[in-house]
């Protein structure tokens, strides 16, 4: 019940978010089809390999809109959040559901990423110093002849 419910929640979210663009701010969404430009492999690709994909298809291909300071930072800090951003933009009035899976599948990965890195983290190399907080520790060293 727990995930049904954070799912309604990130739908009015996204949807009362792109609603208040659209009428106040004039953001202009696109009217294309997802499907007339891409296949499954890409959605596939974009959904497992987030970087990889935004490089290959925006450099090579000329697929995906590609450069602007906010890409680069979205590209390098959260690039799933990148490709909801503008899945929402292109694609929000010809494929809603499909966007929400998009911005499902970005929340999703990267809250799971980052909690695998930081559980790693706590288990990772430790301070020495942690547990004498000052104090010293003597040792007695004798030469060897």
Same mark, same amino acid.
């Given at each position: 019940?727990?995930?049904?419910?954070?799912?309604?929640?990130?739908?009015?979210?996204?949807? +009362?978010?792109?609603?208040?663009?659209?009428?106040?701010?004039?953001?202009?969404?696109?009217?294309?089809?997802?499907?007339?430009?891409?296949?499954?492999? @890409?959605?596939?690709?974009?959904?497992? @390999?987030? !970087?990889?994909?935004?490089?290959?298809?925006?450099?090579?291909?000329?697929?995906?809109?590609? +450069?602007?300071?906010?890409?680069?930072? +979205?590209?390098?800090?959260?690039? !799933?959040?990148?490709?909801?951003?503008?899945?929402?933009?292109?694609?929000?009035?010809?494929?809603?559901?499909?966007?929400?899976? +998009?911005?499902?599948?970005?929340?999703?990965?990267?809250?799971?990423?980052?909690?695998?890195?930081?559980? !790693?983290?706590?288990?990772?190399?430790? !301070?020495?110093?942690?547990? @004498?907080?000052?104090?010293?520790?003597?040792?007695?060293?004798?030469?060897?002849?």
């Amino acid at each position: 019940m727990k995930t049904l419910f954070k799912i309604i929640i990130i739908f009015l979210c996204i949807t +009362g978010a792109t609603t208040l663009l659209y009428n106040y701010a004039g953001l202009e969404l696109g009217n294309v089809d997802y499907f007339s430009k891409h296949g499954w492999f @890409f959605l596939i690709s974009i959904a497992l @390999f987030p !970087r990889l994909t935004l490089l290959v298809s925006g450099l090579l291909v000329g697929s995906v809109e590609i +450069g602007g300071l906010f890409w680069w930072i +979205g590209f390098f800090i959260a690039p !799933r959040i990148l490709v909801s951003i503008l899945a929402t933009a292109a694609y929000w009035n010809t494929n809603p559901v499909l966007v929400i899976l +998009g911005w499902l599948v970005a929340l999703s990965g990267e809250s799971s990423e980052k909690f695998v890195i930081t559980n !790693r983290m706590r288990g990772g190399p430790q !301070r020495y110093d942690q547990g @004498f907080a000052g104090t010293t520790i003597d040792a007695e060293y004798k030469v060897k002849d």
